[in-house]
């Protein structure tokens, strides 16, 4: 599938820039998939405004492939978002199937996603460590061929690779390559990404998404500027896919209109430019920083819990949890930041979503 025959509407959603989380697992206490708290958190995602959900991601969760989850949670996040009517209506999506592995999985994944309907795979590189870089866009290259792919710059700390800025101009060459996600949680490897793709000419065709969860609203609302054949050219960054925003996503949602706003009227508000250090505090205890995110994905589970959409903190892997102190951060965070929660939305909406 080529991404010109995606939905138009679909299509347009994600060149907008929008919130697409990455969405997490839930589980019982048997770590056993929770069908009715997943199937909650999507619709909590859509009612809350998102542009579509990212699932079989980091956030979901890598090791859902190693017990047979794989498909049955793509499938069930598509049939919800299918059937779902979210406040204010229905409207467009773009949603996002995890891809990783090395070629042959990874293809077997893409396979999976495009027949359930998604319209792009976000494709992780991590089983790659040891490839070259003809090695990498070859990889590239054969999963292209089965869907539009969204390039995915993961962070070395939880399992991504050094990936230079050559590597991302020959992936932006791509033709079938219809955004990029950046998570490398680092200014000069960021930059490698943009300038990789305003070299390859794509920066038209391919919408960059930040992952930066330590940098969301600069990500957002500042220029990016580089000189190609002795002219600038200016970049920028339109929307978020983002396991940050795998909670607060109502309070992502109305962040992002405000930070498109500000970029129409070509000016920001002092009080938007101060909620970048607010939302980076807040995903420091989100994301364990204080441990190198040993517990990120739990502090999102956590979030979830104390809002009465999940049962508990639970991952695939035992080891995964909560580290010492990161509770009393995310407290001390989530009260010094109410404006950056979902408390009171997901209070109001709960019962709806777990019916």
Not at 201 to 218: K, M, Q
Not at 239 to 261: C, D, F, N, P
Not at 312 to 319: E, I, R
Request: proline share 5%; net charge neutral; charged share 20%.
């Amino acid at each position: 599938m080529h991404w010109s025959e995606l939905p138009a509407d679909s299509l347009a959603v994600l060149r907008a820039g929008a919130v697409i989380p990455a969405h997490l697992l839930a589980l019982d206490a048997q770590r056993r998939l929770d069908a009715r708290r997943q199937r909650a958190m999507t619709r909590y995602y859509l009612d809350a405004g998102a542009g579509g959900v990212a699932v079989g991601v980091h956030s979901t969760q890598f090791a859902i492939r190693d017990v047979g989850l794989y498909q049955p949670v793509l499938e069930q996040a598509m049939q919800t978002a299918r059937e779902w009517q979210p406040l204010g209506g229905r409207r467009p999506l773009f949603m996002v199937a995890g891809l990783a592995g090395r070629t042959e999985q990874a293809l077997r994944e893409a396979r999976v996603a495009r027949g359930l309907g998604y319209h792009a795979g976000l494709l992780s590189l991590a089983a790659m460590k040891s490839a070259s870089e003809d090695e990498l866009v070859s990889h590239c290259r054969a999963v292209a061929e089965e869907m539009p792919l969204v390039g995915f710059y993961l962070q070395p700390a939880v399992g991504g690779i050094h990936l230079p800025m050559p590597f991302w101009r020959r992936f932006a060459e791509i033709d079938n390559v219809v955004a990029i996600k950046m998570a490398p949680f680092h200014r000069y490897r960021t930059l490698d990404v943009i300038r990789g793709v305003v070299a390859a000419r794509a920066e038209e065709r391919i919408t960059l998404y930040t992952g930066n969860d330590d940098h969301i609203v600069l990500d957002l609302l500042a220029p990016f500027r580089f000189m190609r054949d002795g002219q600038p050219v200016t970049a920028r960054i339109r929307g978020g896919l983002l396991g940050h925003w795998s909670v607060g996503t109502r309070s992502a949602v109305q962040l992002l209109e405000r930070i498109h706003a500000a970029v129409q009227a070509g000016q920001a508000p002092m009080d938007l430019l101060a909620l970048d250090s607010q939302v980076t505090d807040w995903n420091a205890a989100l994301f364990d920083v204080a441990h190198d995110f040993h517990g990120c994905i739990a502090g999102c589970h956590e979030v979830l819990r104390r809002q009465g959409l999940l049962a508990g903190t639970w991952c695939l892997d035992p080891a995964e949890g909560l580290s010492p102190g990161q509770a009393e951060e995310l407290s001390r965070v989530q009260r010094e930041y109410p404006h950056l929660n979902d408390d009171a939305f997901v209070a109001e909406h709960r019962e709806r979503w777990l019916s």
